[in-house]
């Protein structure tokens, strides 16, 4: 098939099945009301609500509907509307009149795209020109999903069908091995094979249960995270899960992530504690930098102990809606390896140049070797001058050119208290995953008034209407806070000086990126993170003390080695321990016994022969010395 351009591309194709598939729904459910259906990374869904519940089995025969679609060639053309027609148009379809009053009030031009004279929706554009030009058999329906009305799990729950489509028929194949694959990987499923972590509705949704073996990884990687930032003069620190509220409403926090943070808990004093001026409520922590600011705040600093670098494996706790939370990857309570910078405005591209380098070195070691750069500038709605944005961005750029990454730019996606790069790292399967991100931040270690907006953004929430009853007395509340914890250092002339503030995190979060590493390993750890390194199996049971004289010599070695019991079949337990993805597997018998050696089996490899277990125990301090 020859290269599609302008109005063909690939953008434009997927848009427009988008539109074949709700037709294609529409004339099986004519009662079906529409919500949205647009583009997504190589493909497209659409989200319909349905009286009756599509099935797997719906999909084949919504996808030879839109293939017969396509063969009529359908011309699609799009037109500017007016919100009285528009209305008009969609009378009968609640989802779109409420896209349209939102449109309006966003003072958005409304457009409509039709497909011939079959299909009409309310959509922005992208579309080819007819459906002959959309490839019969690079594009498929994937599967079905439940979907909440933009986002809100308090809204109505809608059925979303997903599909990918390609410029041909092979990149389509390529796709679908990649995601019979991927499923293979995925790391909810291997979490449970395995029994690396579970979720429980008792514990809570969103929150990880680390069982015995993972825990035993992501202790390995955590003493390895620690040493390499001491060896990076990194002064790592703890800090406690819950704040004032007070702390979160003077970093602004509060007001910009409302949505994500639990509520507040009412904290009663009792007898003989001392109250102070603070909120007697407490926040379980979104953030980790505020109370840095309050460590490093602790006594005067001198310009002589900067760039000061703090470092913590934090646990934080965000509300992410249920409809989001997946496995490990988003979830409601996580640890992240969370550092803050402290320095001089002309220390800061050297310390960025720093960072950088820390994180090539750590995402090598875990195999992640393809490392994308993405700088987000300045968003429409930002704290701080435009020369602190200029400088920043600069900063940002000539740090990641020093290091010879290139880099794209996001334009405009920066957050509201400074500019950032963020770390891409592809998997195995060449997966983008954002793992790393280096952020200025302009708000926290400024000092400033509070603003008219603001208080109206924090009276718009009932919990400070409920505390304070009138705006007035918000606005005291707010004025007595201000804004910003006021971070200074005192420079070589003795006088205070505003310090540069550098948020970041390498690995993200150790749920996040414990999932990501399941599925690039497909759950098959190298030897130096395995939970189990080495499994001794004794050929029967007259030979299980043998086996066991052998464990102790390698566990007193510092290998992590567990004895098979010899209570079923040698196949039986081979097997389990392959399907368990054990590295090494350590076979002994009689000839075994009388030569003082083992057989060696390694993943992937098989047979290795016989050996001693003293030359083992060296070859594997090697093989995991080479990989950290």
Request: with cysteine.
């Amino acid at each position: 098939m020859r290269e599609r351009k302008g109005d063909k591309s690939l953008e434009n194709i997927r848009h427009t099945l988008a539109h074949l598939l709700a037709s294609a729904v529409l004339e099986n459910h004519p009662k079906a009301k529409l919500g949205i259906g647009p583009t997504i990374e190589n493909g497209f869904y659409y989200d319909f609500d349905l009286k009756e519940s599509l099935a797997p089995e719906d999909l084949p025969k919504l996808e030879k509907r839109m293939r017969e679609l396509i063969k009529q060639d359908l011309k699609v053309t799009g037109s500017k509307v007016t919100t009285i027609a528009a209305r008009k148009l969609f009378k009968d379809q609640p989802y779109k009149l409420d896209l349209i009053k939102d449109f309006v009030k966003e003072k958005k031009q409304l457009t409509v795209y039709k497909l011939g004279n079959i299909f009409s929706d309310l959509c922005k554009g992208g579309h080819v020109k007819g459906t002959k030009e959309i490839g019969l058999d690079a594009f498929k329906l994937t599967h079905l999903a439940g979907a909440y009305w933009k986002g809100d799990e308090n809204n109505a729950q809608l059925q979303r069908v997903y599909g990918v489509a390609f410029n041909t028929q092979p990149e389509l194949e390529s796709h679908m091995e990649q995601l019979e694959e991927a499923a293979k990987r995925d790391h909810r499923k291997l979490g449970k094979e395995l029994d690396l972590f579970s979720t429980n509705m008792l514990t809570g949704q969103g929150l990880i249960l680390w069982h015995p073996k993972l825990s035993i990884t992501r202790n390995v990687v955590e003493q390895f995270w620690r040493d390499e930032h001491y060896k990076n003069n990194y002064n790592l620190v703890f800090t406690p899960h819950i704040a004032s509220m007070d702390m979160f409403v003077l970093s602004r926090h509060y007001n910009k992530y409302i949505d994500s943070m639990f509520p507040a808990m009412l904290h009663q004093y009792i007898e003989g504690e001392s109250k102070s001026d603070y909120s007697t409520e407490e926040q379980l922590k979104p953030m980790n930098c505020p109370n840095h600011i309050q460590i490093f705040k602790s006594r005067p600093r001198s310009y002589r102990e900067l760039p000061l670098r703090l470092g913590e494996l934090g646990t934080v706790y965000r509300y992410e809606r249920a409809g989001s939370l997946h496995g490990m990857t988003r979830v409601r309570g996580f640890t992240q390896d969370d550092s803050h910078i402290f320095c001089k405005p002309d220390q800061a591209t050297d310390e960025i140049r720093s960072v950088i380098k820390l994180s090539k070195n750590i995402y090598e070691i875990f195999g992640f070797k393809n490392i994308e750069v993405y700088i987000a500038t300045r968003p429409k709605r930002y704290l701080g001058t435009l020369n602190m944005w200029s400088f920043a961005e600069n900063a940002l750029k000539k740090a990641a050119e020093s290091e010879g990454l290139k880099y794209q730019i996001d334009e405009g996606e920066g957050v509201f208290y400074g500019p950032k790069i963020d770390l891409k790292a592809s998997d195995a399967l060449g997966r983008k995953w954002q793992l790393g991100t280096i952020q200025f931040d302009f708000n926290m270690p400024d000092k400033a008034a509070t603003t008219k907006q603001e208080v109206d953004e924090f009276w718009a929430m009932k919990t400070f209407r409920d505390k304070f009853n009138t705006k007035e007395n918000l606005k005291k509340y707010l004025d007595k806070l201000g804004r910003g914890f006021d971070v200074t250092y005192i420079n070589d002339d003795g006088k205070e000086e505003r310090v540069v503030m550098i948020h970041r995190t390498i690995l993200g979060s150790m749920e996040r990126f414990f999932g990501v590493l399941i599925e690039h390993y497909a759950g098959a750890f190298p030897l130096w993170l395995s939970p189990v390194q080495v499994q001794v199996i004794a050929v029967g049971e007259k030979f299980q003390s043998y086996a066991q004289r052998i464990t102790q010599e390698l566990r007193a070695a510092g290998m992590r080695t567990e004895l098979a019991e010899a209570n079923e079949t040698l196949g039986k337990r081979i097997r389990e321990a392959e399907t368990q993805k054990i590295p090494y597997i350590l076979i002994v018998g009689e000839k075994e016994k009388q030569a003082g050696t083992v057989a060696v089996r390694k993943r992937g490899e098989g047979d290795l022969g016989t050996t001693t277990t003293s030359s083992l125990i060296k070859s594997l301090q090697e093989e995991i010395n080479k990989h950290r």
